[in-house]
């Protein structure tokens, strides 16, 4: 985003992220809508993902967390499946499912797993396919020295491989914690929202595979729209926990390109409950730092200049 006078700004409303990066002409910004509440944990996603763009194996040792086998997004992990359990709320037991577009009840029969009547335990799973945000504001590519990290004309941001020099700034940088360095070669690596396929007027491999729509993949304004009638849909049918989150372009990263319907607080799902982009505070620091500086210069100039005005006026 830049101000009146041009200049570049890290935090704040952007509604044109490409336009802004110098793509001219550029089509609508796209993104990923996930609904968590259709999402039934087949982890179709992180396959197609990972055949897709040829990402190595990340191991297969058991984690101990319930089906959750990848534990996090990382170099390896560009769509990551978690499964959290918890108990189910009191005084319901089932979670009354909706056709996406249809706004009509799907099957009678259609129950969050874990909670039926046949679970004496009490205990349901959320699970939701976790992915890059693709921000607004990307501190990961404000910081890259290289120009490794870069914004699509369609506003998402992708690493260049051969370019990343493994410096690992932008690490630390992202607020969701999704950009890693691979260990093999120590360059940086994270979803590109299939920029190849995009390039060629299809979707992403994940939102392709993904059998109940969970995953839904288009021009970001439209999915807004039809993520607030979702969450309208369920508050209706009775789920009053329903949520967006990542949606609002006024938020600490200006606005998610991939954002989600939740069913419960962003910390179960291990999300940053009110994400900020880590670049936000760099004018007020430069800001700080030259007045420090020029303070110091001045303390010191006066430190030689009063001895010198005190031997003169001794003499006269």
């Known amino acids: 985003m830049r101000d009146i006078m041009g200049n570049h700004l890290f935090s704040g409303p952007e509604p ?37 763009n040829a990402l190595p194996e990340d191991g297969l040792s058991l984690t101990g967390m319930s089906y959750d086998n990848t534990v996090g997004l990382g170099a390896s992990t560009w769509r990551h499946v978690a499964f959290i359990e918890q108990p189910v709320p009191a005084g319901r037991t089932e979670l009354p499912l909706l056709a996406p577009d249809s706004g009509k009840p799907a099957a009678p029969d259609s129950v969050q797993p874990g909670a039926g009547e046949d679970d004496s335990a009490g205990v349901r799973w959320l699970m939701s396919s976790d992915v ?127 954002f989600f319907l939740l069913l419960d607080e962003p910390e179960v799902y291990g999300l940053p409950p009110d994400p900020v982009v880590t670049t936000r505070d760099l004018p007020a620091m430069w800001r700080h730092a030259g007045i420090a500086a020029l303070s110091l210069v001045t303390g010191a100039a006066l430190s030689f200049a009063f001895p010198a005005l005190t031997r003169r006026s001794g003499r006269t």
């Not at 001219?24 to 396959?47: L, M």
């Not at 404000?142 to 490794?148: A, E």
């Not at 999704?178 to 360059?187: A, F, K, L, W």
Request: glycine share 12%.
């Open 16 to 52: 044109d992220p490409a336009g802004d990066a110098g793509h001219e002409n550029a089509p609508p910004r796209v993104g990923f809508f996930t609904d968590t509440s259709v999402c039934i944990g087949c982890k179709a996603c992180e396959v197609a993902c990972k055949e897709w």
């Open 132 to 258: 890059c945000k693709h921000c607004t504001h990307a501190a990961c590519l404000d910081v890259c020295p290289t120009g490794s990290l870069f914004r699509t004309e369609f506003g998402t941001v992708v690493v260049q491989e051969d370019i990343c020099n493994g410096c690992g700034y932008c690490v630390p940088a992202c607020p969701y914690g999704v950009i890693e360095q691979r260990p093999t070669d120590g360059r940086a690596f994270k979803c590109t929202m299939c920029y190849d396929r995009l390039g060629a007027g299809q979707e992403p491999a994940c939102a392709k595979a993904c059998p109940t729509e969970s995953i839904q993949f288009g021009p970001l304004d439209e999915l807004r729209e039809r993520a607030a009638l979702r969450v309208e849909q369920l508050h209706d049918a009775g789920v009053t926990e329903a949520r967006l989150y990542g949606h609002e372009p006024d938020n600490g990263v200006g606005g998610d390109g991939a």
